[in-house]
């Protein structure tokens, strides 16, 4: 089987590097402590009210699941917005190209290389989520379909950052830009919605078109996911009901399956964008 040449020397190099153990252990360790001061809090309030409520039990799931959610928002684009603008300031990505391999090979072993260490830090703050499986409530299936979407947003904020990667020469200018692209795909997704609510002079309850741009939003689909398994969002009462009041009266699970098909289908066009970037014929093309 042929592996990817980029692929292989970019997982060679953060093998050895001191960089991916540092990020898995910073990462399971800030959730590790979050769980364990959660839990901590509610066996003192049953020691203060004797009465168990296992309603907060869930909500630690949903608390450490959230703080993952927003560390990998946070990680991926700085992990990928300098692969293609980096080889542009050592000044080997010429050589590259002049290899065997395509634009798309070198695009797609980049991000391939970022994600792998993604994956490995999603897959690893496993048995901390796991932890909710004491107390019952959440199965495992239930479990897949978070990590699911954990992965659907690793991948489109990767393909974003390889993105921005390859259209700006800079690497600190593609790492602002490829922030600046998820701010506005989680935030300003949701910021038109409610300001095309309030034009109407509706509520957020009332979905219109621009509940559609809500797909693109991988908070709103990770909202679907806890809402499909909980019925209610505790720690996310903003998402609650667009998460399961969505368009045209579809369930959370509906939803969720639509979003992480059209993020998919956004990173698709973020990739299909880098690849044509940096391939040379083809900017020679655009010029001419």
């Known amino acids: 089987m042929k592996i990817n040449p980029v692929y292989r020397q970019e997982t060679r190099i953060s093998a050895r590097s001191y960089r991916l153990p540092l990020i898995i252990l910073l990462c399971n360790s800030v959730l590790a402590l979050v769980a364990l001061l959660d839990m901590y809090s509610m066996i003192n309030r049953v020691k203060t009210t004797a009465e168990i409520q296992y309603s907060s039990f869930l909500s630690l799931y949903v608390f450490v699941a959230s703080i993952e959610f927003i560390m ?39 991000l391939l ?87 109407r002079g509706g509520a957020a309850e009332t979905p219109d078109g621009t509940i559609w741009l809500l797909l693109l939003n991988p ?44 993020q998919l289908a956004a990173s698709g066009l973020c990739l299909w964008i880098a690849v044509c970037q940096v391939n040379p014929r083809r900017k020679k093309r655009w010029i001419s």
């Open 219 to 262: 908070a709103v689909s990770f909202a679907a996911a806890i809402k499909n398994q909980m019925g209610s969002l505790p720690r996310i009462p903003l998402l609650d009901t667009w998460a399961g009041n969505s368009a045209q009266g579809m369930t959370a699970g509906q939803w969720l399956g639509l979003g992480i098909g059209a």
């Open 113 to 199: 290389a970022s994600l792998s260490t993604v994956f490995l830090l999603i897959v690893s703050s496993f048995p901390i989520l796991a932890l909710v499986f004491i107390y019952g409530g959440v199965t495992a299936a239930d479990m897949g379909v978070v990590l699911l979407c954990f992965s659907s947003t690793a991948l489109l904020a990767g393909c974003v950052g390889i993105c921005c990667s390859s259209v700006f020469k800079r690497s600190a200018i593609a790492t602002a830009s490829s922030y600046c692209v998820m701010a506005v795909l989680v935030f300003g997704t949701m910021a038109l919605f409610q300001f095309a609510a309030s034009l």
């Open 72 to 110: 990998l928002l946070l990680i991926v684009p700085a992990l990928t917005s300098g692969s293609i603008s980096g080889e542009r300031e050592r000044q080997t990505l010429n050589l590259l190209l002049t290899t065997r391999m395509t634009p798309a090979d070198i695009v797609v072993g980049k």
